[in-house]
């Protein structure tokens, strides 16, 4: 069935640096989504992608959708100990845009 | 705004128990989605509702787990008996049907250990 793959699967920061992660499929999707999930809350969601090329920004975040539109990248810059979390990418399949599949999630931790 | 709310945040069961878990979506929302999350499998979609009917439950595990859904503002998920790799915790979302992709507004989760 349909899978996205997302890498690396964790990481170790210091406070300041810039995070780069990416989740890949082999399937098409007409929309990409990145969440975040805080320890003992549910996901939330952060940056909605939905045509290949576009480059979103929100804040320090920024996500774009791959022009083959079966990947998608998130970079964080200047991190800051509240990014700690699980990013996960995630995207509607099915025909329903209400049908979210997800990734297994990039667990972020960074050093003071 | 509330947001979702689900009730308990933990349980803590023995085997062979029935256990029900709520969910009160955020008020207005048309679209009510379970999700299970585990280490092994991550987030899964059970089971989701359009207008209180069920649309999709082709990701509920076997007929020991059941979801319904009374009414616009209540839903319940319930697993019997249950059985210790039930444990997991539990997601409900809820979202508004209007433009391209229409998001979903998670709660907080309730964390099920089965013992």
């Known amino acids: 069935g349909q899978q996205l793959n997302q890498s690396p699967q964790s990481m170790f920061i210091q406070e300041g640096e810039d995070v780069s992660m990416n989740c890949t499929s082999s399937?098409?999707?007409?929309?990409w989504l990145w969440y975040k999930q805080d320890p003992g809350e549910g996901p939330v969601l952060l940056i909605a992608l939905y045509k290949a090329g576009e480059l979103t920004s929100n804040g320090r975040l920024t996500a774009q959708f791959g022009i083959t539109r079966k990947d998608s990248f998130l970079n964080i810059s200047a991190s800051i100990p509240s990014d700690v979390g699980i990013y996960f990418c995630a995207a509607p399949f099915g025909g329903s845009q209400g049908n979210l599949i997800f990734g297994k999630g990039t667990k972020l931790s960074v050093k003071p | 705004d509330a947001g979702v709310i689900q009730s308990p945040r933990h349980e803590v069961t023995e085997m062979g128990q029935e256990v029900t878990l709520r969910c009160k979506p955020i008020s207005g929302h048309d679209y009510l989605f379970w999700y299970r999350q585990t280490m092994m499998r991550g987030l899964e979609l059970l089971i989701y509702f359009n207008n209180n009917v069920p649309i999709d439950d082709s990701g509920m595990p076997e007929d020991r787990f059941s979801a319904k859904m009374p009414n616009a503002s209540f839903s319940t998920l319930k697993i019997q008996p249950s059985e210790p790799r039930d444990s997991a915790v539990y997601f409900c979302a809820s979202s508004l049907m209007a433009g391209t992709y229409n998001e979903q507004f998670f709660g907080p989760g309730t964390r099920l250990t089965v013992l």
């Open positions: 399937s098409i999707f007409n929309t």
